[in-house]
Every structure is written in C-alpha cells, then in structure tokens.
C-alpha cells in the first residue's frame, strides 16, 4: 500500500514544531512513525502536512532530578527505556510494560510519546479503504454509525497501547508545550475515554515530556498482557500494578487497566482493599472482581468481550499477588 500525498514539514526546534502545527491546518505529527505510517496506507488519516518531530533533539532522553524525579523525553524510544538501568530499578512496572511493546525493531523506532498518544483501535477501523469501503464506513471515521454498538453515537475503539496504564500506576504527569509555553497535565486527566476523540490535546499542541515524580519511585511492578501472539501484537486486555510495601504491609498500591475502554484507566478502590494489609487470595481476587468491573470491553477486537473481562480479573488477581511476594 502506498502513502497518500501529503507535504513534509521537519522542525529542528520545538519552537519551529509548535510553529509548524500552528500555522497549517491538518497537520499529523509522526514521531516513530510504527503506527502511524501503516494508518496513512489503510488512508485512515489523509493529512495535508506530516510534521516529523524526530530532529528535535530536546525531546530526547531520560534524566534522573534528584529530590524531583524523573524526566523521560517523549521522543525516547521504548528500546532506551528497556534498556535503562534507572527506569528498571526505580520504575519497575514501566520498565515490565515497556518490553512488551510489539517487538525489537518496532520498540527501537516507537517512541514513549507516540505510545501515549497511539490512536485507539477497532476490528471495523483499523482496515484498508477497500474493506471499510465494502463494510460502510462508520463514525470513526467518513461514516455516521458504530457496526459495534449499533443505535448509539459514541465511538468505542479501544485504546491499545501497553505503557499508560504503567504510567497511570506512577501518577505520571505530561508536559505540553502550544503557542503559549509549556503547561503539565496530569496523565490521568489527558484521556477522555471515547473512541474518535482520545485525548485532551488541541491541534496546535504536542506532548515533550513525561514526570515520573520520586514518591513512585522504588514500587514493585508487574505488567500482564493478553494478545494474539506472543509478540509484534497490541494488547487485547492489559493490567498494570504498582505497589509500595513495608515489612509486609502494603503502603500504597495502584492498579490500571488498557485495552478494554476507549481510555487506560485507573481503578479506584484498590488502596482501599490492600492498604495496611499482607497481599493474600482474598483481597487479590477483590481487587481483580474491582478491575473486571471497570473494564467494559465490546466486540472492537478479536477476542470476545467476556473473555477480555474475564482475562483483566484474572490478571489482576495474578498481578497483585506477584507484586505482594
Ligand atoms: C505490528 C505492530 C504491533 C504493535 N504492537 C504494539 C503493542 O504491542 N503495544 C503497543 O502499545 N503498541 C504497539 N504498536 C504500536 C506502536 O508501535 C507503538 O505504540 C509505538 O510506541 C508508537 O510510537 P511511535 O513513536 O512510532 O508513534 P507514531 O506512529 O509516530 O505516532 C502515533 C500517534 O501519536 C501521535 N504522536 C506521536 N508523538 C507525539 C507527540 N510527541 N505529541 C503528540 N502526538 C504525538 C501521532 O500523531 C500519532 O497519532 C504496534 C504497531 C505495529 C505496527
Ligand atoms: S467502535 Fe464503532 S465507531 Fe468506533 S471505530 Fe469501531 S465501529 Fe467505528
């Protein structure tokens, strides 16, 4: 499949960057490039300008502020973080998820913003133009109806990358830099959870950073992943914990969840059940029956939606047990 016709712009700054989205209408920004290139073949974006970030230098890099945390370049690929001594250590569960991205040679072009900002995913979307031709197309994209949730308006597709719900379970933060300067944004505020309108990100604005702060730092970690293939495949359920234990006793724990929702989430209720306790099979299996509750997968992937749920409280419960050892 070719690539449509589109202008190439590539700032060498990110004041040329902010620039460049400003100044043109339907500009994309390409990052890796991992999966955004592919969408543009199936036509899912036809963007009169493709704005390349990769010479920015800045956005590169992870930097350890002492006392502050920890600052991770949006251009930094997933192969540095997995190769990173620091990330592994002190942010284990991003570290974990970060490795099970696709594969080798897809980690080592993708890059820790692109991942953030992954575009969400449907069997009925993520198709070439002559299949969404033959099916009719659908709110997502040209269409005006949702072949998974027909009768309703909102789109569903899910969002599928593996290392937001790690950076949920961090309390991550994100910088955004727009025409006037830089702001943060709490990761968790950053997604919206419907399918054709993902993220809380206008047209001019591009994400630069990513702060883990020092509080997070040192948790356990662990990350399971169900796909297809045991590799190069997205997520089709996906659970991240993160807990901080003294002499047995959970001090704090996070849980969050991708691949089920239009958003990775965050579930709420999991300090409540393990704080102040030992992790033992009962409040394991009530944090997984609390992560099977917030997961409300539909027919967007190739797995059914009860298999998906089921799949989250399994490995939540698996999850927690593994960090609580
Ligand atoms: C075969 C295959 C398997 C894959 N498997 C997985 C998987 O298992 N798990 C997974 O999570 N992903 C998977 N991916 C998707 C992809 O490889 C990763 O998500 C990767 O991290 C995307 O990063 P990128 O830099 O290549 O993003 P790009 O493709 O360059 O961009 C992705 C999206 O993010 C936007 N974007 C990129 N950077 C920024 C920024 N700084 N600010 C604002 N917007 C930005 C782009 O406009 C685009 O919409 C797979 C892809 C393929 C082709
Ligand atoms: S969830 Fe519905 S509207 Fe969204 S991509 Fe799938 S079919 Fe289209």
Redesign the pocket.
Known sequence: MSLPDFKLLRPRTLAEAVDGLGKHAAV????????????LKQRL?SPAYVLD?RRIAE?RGIRHVPGQGTEIG??T??TEIEHSDHIRREYAVLHEAAK????PI??N???????????TRCLWYNQSLAWRTSCSFCIKKDGDLCHVAPGGSKCWAVF????PPALLCLEAELE?AGPAGTSRLALRDFYTNVGDAR?R?AKN????RVFLPECTAGYRGVYR?L?LRGS????LAGVAVALKRSNGHIEAARLAI?AVNPAPLLVSGVEKELVGSRVNEENAAAVGELAARTAKPLTTSALTPEYRREMIRVFAKRAVLEAGR
Do not use: H, W
Not at 28 to 39: C, E, H, K, N, R
Not at 100 to 103: C, G, L, P, Q
Not at 160 to 163: C, I, K
């Open positions: 994309q920004i390409v990052a890796g490039g991992t999966d955004l290139i592919p969408s974006f970030i956005l949006a251009l690929t997933l099970t991205v696709a594969s897809l980690r072009m993708g890059t820790l913003g692109g991942n953030i900002c992954l575009d599928s990358g593996d290392t955004i993220m990100l604005e591009i994400v630069t992943k796909r190069i495949d997205y997520p991708t």
